[in-house]
């Protein structure tokens, strides 16, 4: 458009100049009508230039527009995707947690395989609550009762170690001690048996025998000496007479 205009501009002056030529007009004459014409086109140049510049410009700010109205639909797109993957997710978890409670499953707890059976996850849950808010009597009976039902259970470790500590913090120090004793002897690479060891040798004190408690922690420092449980049990062993 701003080419075309020029063009036509420059034609009609280019036009002009010949017809003065051939009716002989002045030099002085030709020179003011040629100044005259060629201001009038630089200002309709300048004049298309202003107007193609605003086109212009306009045409720009539109697309920036448009872009950042496909920017915010693509964003949008996104987060709805992203809520539909986690939509999804949560509805086959609880979809698996509840077909969990109608059909065995194996699971693995803490490095442990096995079947769980349906409504055990949550026993073992009621009776882990319980501790937590201090009822120890509820969950000493909650892990005993689990203890007794699923013996073979993936869950069984965590009942023996939760259960002992329910025990050891009831004062009922023989029971945590055979509870800890068991649970050591039939998970002995079980990642709990450090710590479940330090509660062993803190129920052989409060009973009353320091040879054996100074026995496991010395287990302890000399068979995870890199561990809390190892610290734990150098402290101990310091305040053992």
């Known amino acids: 458009m701003l080419f075309q205009t020029t063009k036509q501009t ?9 017809a003065i030529v051939s009716l002989g007009v002045s030099n002085n004459a030709w020179a003011l009508f040629s100044d005259d014409e060629a201001r009038k086109a630089i200002l309709d140049l300048r004049k298309s230039l ?3 510049q ?3 410009q306009s045409e720009i700010d539109k697309l920036k527009t448009e872009n950042a109205a496909l920017r915010g639909k693509v964003e949008e797109l996104e987060k709805q995707g992203e809520d539909i993957n986690a939509s999804q997710k949560t509805y086959y978890q609880d979809l698996d947690s509840r077909l969990g409670n109608f ?6 707890i803490e490095g442990v395989s096995g079947t769980v059976q349906p ?11 319980a501790f937590q808010a201090g009822n120890l009597k509820k969950a000493d009976e909650g892990f005993s009762a689990f203890a007794a039902k699923y013996s073979k259970s993936p869950y069984l470790p965590l009942v023996l170690y939760w259960g002992s500590n329910s025990k050891y913090a ?5 029971g945590a001690i055979n509870q800890l004793q068991n649970l050591i002897k039939k998970y002995p690479t079980h990642p709990r048996i450090p710590s479940a060891m330090v509660t062993l040798g803190n ?11 100074k026995k496991t922690f010395s287990d302890i420092i000399a068979k995870y000496p890199d561990t809390e449980s190892a610290k734990e049990a ?3 062993m310091a305040t053992t007479k």
């Open 234 to 236: 150098q402290q101990l």
């Open 54 to 56: 605003l086109e212009l």
């Open 10 to 18: 420059l034609s009609r002056a280019f036009c002009l100049s010949t």
């Open 170 to 174: 009831n004062k009922d120090y023989a």
């Open 50 to 52: 202003a107007t193609t």
């Open 203 to 213: 129920a052989q004190l409060e009973s009353g025998n320091q040879t054996a408690a």
């Open 103 to 108: 059909e065995p499953r194996t699971a693995t």
């Open 119 to 129: 409504g055990e996850k949550k026993t073992y849950d009621d009776a882990l609550k």
